[in-house]
């Protein structure tokens, strides 16, 4: 007998790029507060000259990120003719519920609160790349 889960992995394929996403507001943020007027120790062991090609290269990203995050927005937003939005999955729900599938009308329940988690997370990188911008923007990048 296997013992094991044998379920597929529920981790969305958006949660890996989204991780990469994060990942580079992260070091674009923290590149960025390294020149500013961060600690002495900071300015001390790293002079600004080495950070500014990696912050510069760090803030032409932005743009591109705030597109991608942009995007995604729209489509989970979008309208009932949009594959993948809250409105198409709603009407697979509904089409699967009526065809008497509760299974996949549970699946797909189930991707749908997945949408509404990722929808929070978006936003809310969103929020943090305009930030992000303006903060480059301030630093002459």
């Known amino acids: 007998m296997n013992d094991q889960n044998t379920t597929p992995d529920p981790t969305p394929r958006w949660r890996a790029h989204g991780t ?5 507001s992260v070091v674009a943020g923290m590149a960025a507060l390294t020149l500013g007027a961060g ?3 900071a300015q001390e062991s790293t002079p600004a000259d080495d950070a500014r090609p990696r912050v510069e290269r ?3 990203r932005i743009p591109n990120l705030q597109t991608r995050v942009d ?7 979008g309208d009932a003719d ?3 939005s809250l409105a198409w999955l709603d009407g697979r729900i509904q089409r699967a519920n009526d065809n008497g599938r509760a299974d996949l009308a549970t699946a797909l329940t189930n991707r749908r609160a997945v949408r509404v988690a990722a929808l929070d997370v978006l936003e809310l990188r969103s929020a943090n790349l305009v930030e992000l911008a303006a903060l480059c923007a301030s630093k002459g990048f």
């Open 58 to 60: 760090a803030c032409a």
């Open 82 to 84: 949009t594959r993948g």
């Open 71 to 77: 995007n995604a927005i729209a489509r989970i937003n």
């Open 39 to 41: 600690s002495a120790h």
């Open 20 to 24: 990469r996403l994060l990942a580079a």
